[in-house]
């Protein structure tokens, strides 16, 4: 178990002690997937689905999702971002809605729970957006793309 950062000596969850570690830029990138129908997927791309203007609602939400990621995940460290985006694009034909968040602060621990929260929340609230038009919406995939800083340095996804 000494391997698991965030148990204790007896195995109890525990927040990492961070205080100790020099600061360095942090920055992340998650991507998350919304599946739709080609149909649904051009009401969200002209604008016309029901609820309205469903990527700028769920950049927001993606947004206030990763400023929140401490309240949301129990042992994650509050953290002051210095940036947090989320952008989407859509393949209207293949009915594929990418959420791209990322990430970054100067800090002693990473924002890899924060890139990965607002895309998930972004996502959750397309979803939301389109249940009205599509009940077989599907979030098909929520992944770290990349990190930079700390002492494991570069990441990216293969």
Do not use: N
């Amino acid at each position: 178990m000494s391997d698991l950062t965030h148990l204790d000596e007896t195995g109890r969850a525990r927040m990492v002690d961070v205080g100790d570690k020099p600061s360095t830029d942090r920055r992340a990138v998650a991507r998350a997937v919304v599946r739709v129908s080609p149909e649904t997927a051009a009401l969200v791309a002209a604008g016309d689905a029901p609820k309205g203007d469903v990527l700028g609602v769920a950049r927001i939400a993606g947004i206030q999702g990763g400023k929140r990621t401490s309240e949301l995940i129990p042992l994650c460290h509050p953290l002051a971002l210095s940036f947090l985006g989320v952008e989407a694009s859509i393949d209207v034909d293949a009915g594929e809605i990418t959420i791209l968040a990322e990430a970054r602060t100067t800090g002693p621990t990473g924002v890899e729970m924060e890139a990965l929260t607002a895309a998930s929340v972004a996502a959750l609230t397309v979803y939301d957006m389109v249940k009205g038009v599509q009940r077989g919406a599907e979030i098909t995939s929520v992944a770290l793309q990349s990190k930079s800083g700390g002492r494991s340095g570069e990441w990216t996804r293969s």
